[in-house]
């Protein structure tokens, strides 16, 4: 007997990773500055998020950046391209971590790789938000247009903020101010990324699928993709902000085998297939082993 069933839940947790990872962005910033404030009785704001880490806060900082690092580690996105500045990203994400600058005083080695690789992390994920994010099917719906914009606009936004703390560091002495300039880009910056991956995660400007409860009823199903259960579930997600609706099933009649991966089936309806067909083709074309050895 064939195991089947319908994956939209696992899709749909996938979404919310994205979201949790947007709101830690924009929430970082007001945690670190509030609850050193009101938890640990300190009354002065610092004048950068990194200094937090010689706080109270410092688990928070640590924490929360491990966390990102972590999703974008485990993130699978369209392409190789995807995966591979996701998981760069990551590395320099560690270096923000777990290399503390300086609390006072002049830089020693350690706060230059926290700048460096916090510089580097942000600009990663702002190419990520303006060209990564945009891509997608030859004719996007209008609200995929519409995220397009959101995904410039923070990606811009990103780009300008950590440009502006550079100028501050070399022509206003930034680096022994205190000002809290650096902390209020900072904050623009992050909140920027927070609300590209919350939009990426289907918060802002979702698209509406059709329903498909009682799909696996349809006589009209055709088969459009097979391959592992995580490539199959990706195509699902692209097909589903499409408007197009989807069903994956395990159709080998061996049912499930512990840890081997399955190789799952992914079905559409058939009045589907013509607006389906450049996706699922660009989609093959990618994830086509052969032109992957």
């Known amino acids: 007997m064939a195991v089947k069933r319908d994956n939209s839940g696992q899709v749909h947790s996938y979404l919310s990773l994205r979201k949790a990872v947007g709101w830690i962005g924009i929430l970082l910033p007001f945690v670190l500055v509030l609850g050193n404030i009101f938890i640990f009785r300190e009354r002065e704001v610092l004048t950068n998020m990194s200094v937090y880490y010689h706080t109270g806060m410092r688990d928070i900082f640590v924490g929360s950046i491990c966390a990102i690092a972590l999703f974008l580690f485990f ?126 995660g289907g918060t802002l400007y979702p698209d509406k699928p059709k329903n498909n409860k009682n799909m696996e009823n349809e006589e009209k199903l055709i088969r459009v993709f097979t391959g592992p259960e995580p490539t199959a579930l990706l195509l699902l997600e692209m097909l589903e902000g499409t408007g197009v609706k989807g069903l994956i099933k ?43 050895q």
């Open 75 to 200: 993130y699978r996105g369209y392409d190789r391209w995807d995966d591979l500045s996701a998981d760069i990203a990551g590395v320099f994400a560690l270096g923000v971590a777990f290399f503390p600058t300086v609390e006072d005083g002049p830089w020693d080695w350690a706060a230059w790789i926290h700048f460096i690789s916090a510089a580097c992390f942000l600009v990663i994920l702002a190419i990520i938000s303006l060209f990564l994010f945009t891509r997608g099917e030859e004719h996007p719906t209008g609200m995929k247009r519409k995220r397009n914009i959101v995904y410039r606009v923070c990606g811009i936004v990103m780009l300008a903020s950590l440009a502006s703390i550079e100028i501050f560091f070399l022509f206003f002495d930034g680096i022994n101010s205190d000002s809290r300039y650096v902390l209020i880009a900072e904050t623009v910056t992050l909140m920027a990324f927070g609300i590209s991956w919350l939009t990426k």
């Open 250 to 292: 395990n159709d080998s009649g061996l049912g499930y085998l512990g840890a081997v991966p399955q190789v799952m089936d992914l079905y559409i309806l058939e009045e589907d297939l013509e607006k389906a067909a450049p996706l699922i083709n660009e989609f093959r074309d990618k994830h086509d082993p052969a032109k992957e």
